[in-house]
């Protein structure tokens, strides 16, 4: 397959980790923990992946296997994970089958910091681990031998940014922006082809690799539908901004224009119908959940108000956190300081714009199960 790009969180515990940046993340999951708790209840297959208690041989035990696509560095991979194993327990119980083992496979492109997940693990885990290194937009596992898939805030990374953004000559030239938002109609139609091209490796691998009555659930930055605007949503102001710090570099002279008009982040934000198109199209899966969430509403639930505002540089620490590897691959590690400094303050500047942006319905829920 052909190679893969790879920029993954910032590793280690230091002040702009993602152990210590990701508490959006932690808390979009946590708006969907009760959904993957019915999910697993209603619709995870305990019939044939567990063993009943009056098992003829008492020391038999099954082995559910679970994987997280894009785990990064924890913690949030490692409480998503004991949700999802906890309710399978509660399954097993309520209908009378042994509590199975659980091994997790633990997946991220090989440069992410695998040492910290690791150190990280939880000491009282009731269960097997493993790193798995690779892109999952390739093969990770062999057939069937998954019973749950999990990927949280990481299939908007494509593969790589569609190479036609480059081309002058091309509708699709994206030069003085570095992401679809607000850019013409071609550069955002470049984004989804090679999002389509992308999600057609990813649920094809995927099929091979769970076993059939498996379940896959995937958590992932949307748009509600086509009429909203990216750049109404926070990811796509906050897109904006870092683009436009990116233009008052270049005016200052401290990058090129150049070096701006060929840097475009490789993310995409899917609609549900442009997702369940392609789930379709793969025709693998059947489609159990499908809705659209607010990734704030946890949150807003245990501290009275959302903190996304842009009042303070939490949304700078974030966007560092994630993507520092991929600009200073571009720009420079010491144009880094500068970058996110001038993109705090433009946040703090246009909060008005994160306090009035469409929260709701930008986050996808989705549950897969395997066919035959
Ligand atoms: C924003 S983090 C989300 C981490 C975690 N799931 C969470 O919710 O906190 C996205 C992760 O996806 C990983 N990722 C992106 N593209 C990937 C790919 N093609 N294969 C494996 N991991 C990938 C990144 O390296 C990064 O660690």
Not at 3 to 20: C, H, I, L, R
Not at 128 to 148: C, I, N, Q, T
Not at 155 to 165: F, I, V
Not at 309 to 322: E, K, P, Q, V
Request: aromatic residues 10%; contains cysteine; hydrophobic residues 40%.
């Amino acid at each position: 397959m052909a190679a893969v790009e790879s920029y993954p969180m910032k590793g280690g515990d230091g002040s702009f980790s993602y152990t210590k940046n990701s508490t959006f993340q932690k808390s979009a999951s946590s708006a969907v923990q009760g959904l993957i708790c019915s999910a697993i209840t209603e619709k995870f297959d305990a019939m044939n992946f567990l063993l009943p208690i009056t098992a003829t041989t008492p020391s038999a035990t099954a082995t559910i296997r679970l994987a997280d696509l894009g785990c990064s560095v924890g913690p949030n991979t490692f409480t998503a994970m004991q949700n999802v194993m906890d309710t399978i327990e509660t399954k097993a119980k309520s209908l009378s089958f042994k509590n199975p083992q659980f091994q997790v496979f633990f997946n991220d492109h090989a440069g992410n910091d695998f040492n910290t997940l690791f150190t990280s693990l939880p000491f009282d885990r009731a269960y097997f681990s493993a790193g798995v290194p690779g892109s999952f937009y390739g093969r990770l596992f062999p057939d069937s031998s998954l019973h749950f898939i999990h990927s949280s805030y990481s299939l908007q990374w494509l593969s790589k940014e569609p190479k036609e953004l480059l081309n002058k000559e091309s509708e699709a030239w994206n030069g003085g922006r570095i992401h679809y938002t607000s850019a013409p109609r071609g550069v955002e139609d470049a984004y989804a082809r090679q999002f389509s091209e992308d999600m057609e490796l990813f649920l094809g691998e995927r099929a091979r690799e769970l076993v059939v009555g498996g379940m896959m659930v995937l958590i992932m930055p949307c748009i509600p539908d086509e009429t909203v605007a990216h750049s109404q949503v926070p990811a796509g102001i906050m897109f904006d901004l870092l683009g436009a710090s990116l233009v008052d570099m270049a005016e200052a002279g401290v990058i090129s224009q150049e070096q701006v008009d060929s840097f475009n982040l490789p993310i995409y934000g899917v609609s549900p119908m442009e997702m369940q198109s392609l789930v379709k199209k793969n025709g693998r899966f059947s489609i159990e959940r499908m809705e659209l969430t607010d990734p704030t509403s946890a949150r807003k639930n245990n501290e009275g108000g959302s903190k996304t505002t842009g009042d303070d540089n939490t949304i700078a620490n974030h966007l560092r956190a994630g993507m520092e590897g991929i600009f200073s691959k571009h720009f420079g590690v010491e144009k880094i300081d500068e970058l996110f400094d001038r993109f705090s303050k433009k946040t703090i500047e246009f909060s008005d714009k994160f306090k009035s942006s469409i929260k709701q319905g930008t986050q996808l829920f989705i549950v897969l199960v395997k066919k035959n």
